[in-house]
C-alpha cells in the first residue's frame, strides 16, 4: 500500500473521525497486532546494526545508514502476543519498560554520536510504552535521575533529532527521548502524562473509567500537535495490524524530517528547542481575535460541552498517589498544647514514630520533627523559609500568578477548578511552588520551594512558569539557586501540559549551569514523580534530609502493580550509600552522581551555607551581569 498523502480526503481520514478516543485506545492503540518498533525497523533499515553486545526486552539501539546520513536510532519496544507464551514472560511486570540499565546504554548511545560527523549524523527515538520501569532494581539505581539526564541531553546534544510516538507514550518514560527537533506522532497513537488506567484510578478510583480519563488527558495526536508537543502526524492505515503501510508512511515522515532539519544549523535548532520548552504551558492568547474568540464563540461552545458524568475530585494529584493530609500537622494555637508522635488525623497510628506524647511548640521549633527519636512530619513551604533563609529576608516573587493567566478558558475544567477551590486554606502560599530572594547567613541566593500543602506539591504549568522565572531572575542579579522538592508529581488535572514542565524546568538549569551559578538541590519527603525526574536530580550538589522518599513512582502504585517493595532501600539513607559506589561504575551512571549529602533539617541551613560559601569566596565567580532594564 503506498503512503497516504495528506490534504486528501481517505478512508482513514473517515475512520479516525468516526472512532471516539477511546475506541481508538483500545481497537486500535492498544490492538495486539499493532506493529511494534522492531517491525518498523527491519522494513526501513536494511544494514541495522545493534549498539554493542547489550541485548533487551524493552529497547532497541543501533545505528545505520539512511538518505545517505548516519542515522542512530533507539526505540522502545513493547512485547508482541508471541512473546507471551511462556508463564516467566508473563511474570515480567516491566516488560516493554525501560529500565535504568536501558536508559544507560541510550545514554552511551547520545555519546557514541556525539563523536561522529555531526552534520550528517541524526538520531531517531521510537516511542511506545505505558511508562518506565517502576521496579525496586531501577529505583535504586536511580531511574529518575537517569530520566533527568537524558531530557537534559536531548535539550542540549549537537546532532538533529527526530522522535515518532508508534502507538502509546506514557509519562517520563516516554518523554525521556521524545524531545527532539521535529517531533511525530501516528494519527491512533496516544500520548499522556499518565497511563488512562492510572488516571482513572488516581482521580476516579475506578480504573475502569478510561473514558472519563481520557477525555481530561486529552492524548490524541490533533490536541497534542495544538498544544506544540508534537509537529507532524504521520497518516494511518485502515489495517491496524498492516506494518508494510505503516512502515511506509514513517519512511515519508522520517525522509522529510531530514530534509528540513539538514537546512537548519545545529546552533539554531538548540536554541529553538530552548525556547520551545520555555513555552510550554503558555497557551493563553491575545488581541482582538483572541478576545473575539473567548467571549463569543467560546462560551457558546461551552453551553453544550458537559463533563464527564458522575465526576469525584479526589485530593490525590498524581502517579504516586500522596494524599494532601500526608504528614500533615494543624497549625493551631500551641499554650500546653501535646501531640503523640507518629500519630495522625483522629487517632491514627498507622505512621511510624516513638508514639510519647511530646509539645507541640517543641516540635514546631524543630521544624516538624520529633526532638526524642528524630521522626519527621512534611514541612510547609512556610517553614522551610524559616529553616533555610534569614530571619525576614525572604521576598517573594511571582506570588499573584495562577492557571488562569497561563492556560486557556477551555482547558481549565470545572472540576480542575472545584480542585484548585479546596486547596485554599491548606497554604498560606496560592500555587505549590514558592519562589524568592533570600539570604542565607548573609549570602543572597534565589530559592524555589516546592509545598506539599497546596496540591501535594505537584508540578503544573505555574510551577514550571515561577521556576523559569525564578531561573532567570537568578541569572540576571547573578546569584546562586537552590530548590527544595517535596511533590507528589505532575498535576494531573492539567493533562500533558504539566507533563512538559520537567522540560521546561531542565531547561531553565541547563541556562543557569550555562551562566555558571551554582545549582543546589534539597530533597525532602517525599520527593517523587516528575520533580525528581526532573530539576531535582540535576542539582550541582544533592542534600536529602533523613528518611525522605526518593522514587519515580510511590510505593502505592508500585504495590497496586505487583511489583514487591521495600521502602527502606528507596529512602534517603540508602540510596546516598548507593551514591558512595557511583565513582567505581561511571560507565554505567555516566554524569549521575546521586545524593552526595544527608542533613538533619535544623543542620540544614549550616549544610547549605559551606557550599554557598565555596562559591562566595572562589576566585571563579563570574563577574556581575548588568541588570536588565
Not at 527521548?177 to 484510578?201: C, F, H, K, N, W
Not at 515522515?253 to 520555555?278: G, M, P, V
Not at 533539617?601 to 576566585?619: A, D, G, I, P, Q
Request: proline share 4%; charged share 25%; net charge neutral.
Amino acid at each position: 500500500m503506498p503512503p497516504t498523502r495528506r490534504g486528501q480526503d481517505t478512508p482513514e481520514d473517515y475512520l479516525m473521525a468516526k472512532l471516539e478516543l477511546v475506541d481508538i485506545f483500545k481497537k486500535r492503540t492498544r490492538h495486539p497486532f499493532r506493529p511494534r518498533s522492531s517491525d518498523v525497523i527491519n522494513r526501513l533499515f536494511s544494514d541495522f546494526m545493534p549498539f554493542g553486545s547489550y541485548r533487551s526486552d524493552a529497547l532497541i539501539a543501533g545505528s545505520c545508514q539512511y538518505a545517505d546520513k548516519l542515522l542512530y536510532v533507539v526505540a522502545q519496544q513493547k512485547p508482541k502476543p508471541e512473546d507471551l507464551k511462556s508463564d516467566e514472560d508473563l511474570k515480567k511486570l516491566n516488560y516493554g519498560m525501560l529500565t535504568s540499565d536501558d536508559h544507560s546504554i541510550i545514554l552511551s548511545v547520545l555519546k557514541e554520536a556525539c563523536n561522529q560527523d555531526l552534520d550528517n549524523t541524526f538520531l531517531f527515538s521510537i516511542i511506545d510504552t505505558y511508562g518506565a520501569d517502576i521496579s525496586m532494581y531501577s529505583a535504586q539505581r536511580f531511574q529518575a535521575f537517569f530520566i533527568a539526564h537524558l531530557i537534559r541531553e536531548f535539550l542540549t546534544i549537537p546532532i538533529r533529532t527526530i522522535s515518532l510516538i508508534l502507538g502509546e507514550g506514557g509519562s517520563g518514560g516516554a518523554l525521556a527521548i521524545q524531545v527532539t527537533d521535529i517531533r511525530g506522532q501516528m494519527e491512533d497513537a496516544l500520548y499522556a502524562t499518565a497511563p488512562p488506567e492510572s488516571m482513572a484510578s488516581i482521580v476516579f478510583r475506578d480504573p475502569g473509567r478510561i473514558e472519563d480519563a481520557l477525555a481530561i488527558l486529552k492524548p490524541g495526536a490533533k490536541d497534542l500537535k495544538n498544544l506544540g508537543v508534537i509537529d507532524r502526524i504521520v497518516p494511518i492505515s485502515e489495517d491496524v495490524a498492516d506494518a508494510t503501510a505503516m512502515s511506509a508512511n514513517i519512511d515519508q515522515f522520517l525522509t522529510k524530517a531530514i530534509k528540513d532539519l539538514s537546512r537548519s544549523k545545529i546552533e539554531k535548532l538548540i536554541k529553538r528547542r530552548e525556547i520551545r520548552a520555555k513555552q510550554y504551558g503558555l497557551s493563553k492568547g491575545n488581541g482582538k481575535l483572541y478576545d473575539i474568540k473567548r467571549y463569543i464563540e467560546t462560551p457558546i461552545k461551552k453551553a453544550f460541552r458537559k463533563p464527564p458524568p458522575d465526576i469525584e475530585i479526589v485530593n490525590y494529584t498524581s502517579l504516586t498517589e500522596v494524599g494532601d493530609d500526608y504528614g500533615n500537622i494543624q497549625h493551631v494555637a500551641t499554650d500546653k498544647e501535646l501531640i503523640e508522635c507518629g500519630a495522625g488525623k483522629q487517632g491514627d497510628k498507622r505512621r511510624k514514630g516513638c508514639r510519647k506524647l511530646i509539645p507541640l511548640q517543641a516540635l514546631l521549633d524543630n521544624f516538624n520533627v520529633c526532638p526524642e527519636c528524630g521522626f519527621s512530619y512534611i514541612l510547609g513551604a512556610s517553614g522551610w523559609i524559616d529553616c533555610l533563609a534569614d530571619t525576614g529576608s525572604f521576598h517573594e516573587l511571582y506570588r499573584n500568578l495562577t492557571v488562569d493567566q497561563l492556560l486557556e478558558d477551555t482547558a481549565i475544567t470545572d472540576y480542575y477548578r472545584e480542585f484548585l477551590a479546596k486547596q485554599k486554606g491548606n497554604s498560606h502560599f496560592n500555587e505549590s511552588l514558592v519562589v524568592g530572594s533570600a539570604r542565607v547567613n548573609q549570602m543572597r541566593t534565589v530559592m524555589a520551594l516546592s509545598t506539599f500543602y497546596y496540591c501535594g506539591g505537584s508540578m503544573g504549568v505555574v510551577f514550571g512558569e515561577k521556576f523559569r522565572r525564578g531561573v532567570d531572575y537568578a541569572i540576571q542579579e547573578n546569584l546562586p539557586f537552590i530548590s527544595l522538592c517535596c511533590s507528589g508529581g505532575a498535576r494531573l488535572y492539567e493533562g500533558i501540559s504539566a507533563l512538559m514542565q520537567m522540560v521546561k524546568t531542565i531547561e531553565s538549569i541547563n541556562r543557569l549551569k550555562k551562566s555558571g551559578l551554582p545549582y543546589i538541590s534539597i530533597l525532602t519527603d517525599p520527593a517523587t514523580g516528575g520533580a525528581i525526574a526532573s530539576y531535582a536530580a540535576l542539582g550541582d550538589i544533592v542534600i536529602a534530609e533523613p528518611g525522605a522518599l526518593v522514587i519515580f513512582a510511590g510505593p502505592r502504585v508500585m504495590k497496586s502493580r505487583g511489583f514487591d517493595v521495600d521502602e527502606k532501600l528507596v529512602r534517603s539513607q540508602s540510596l546516598h550509600e548507593i551514591s558512595g559506589e557511583i565513582y567505581n561504575n561511571l560507565d554505567y551512571y555516566h554524569n549521575i552522581r546521586g545524593i552526595q549529602e544527608i542533613s538533619e533539617r535544623n543542620k540544614m541551613k549550616l549544610c547549605v551555607s559551606k557550599y554557598l560559601e565555596y562559591y562566595y569566596w572562589s576566585e571563579f565567580r563570574g563577574k556581575k551581569k548588568g541588570r536588565k532594564k
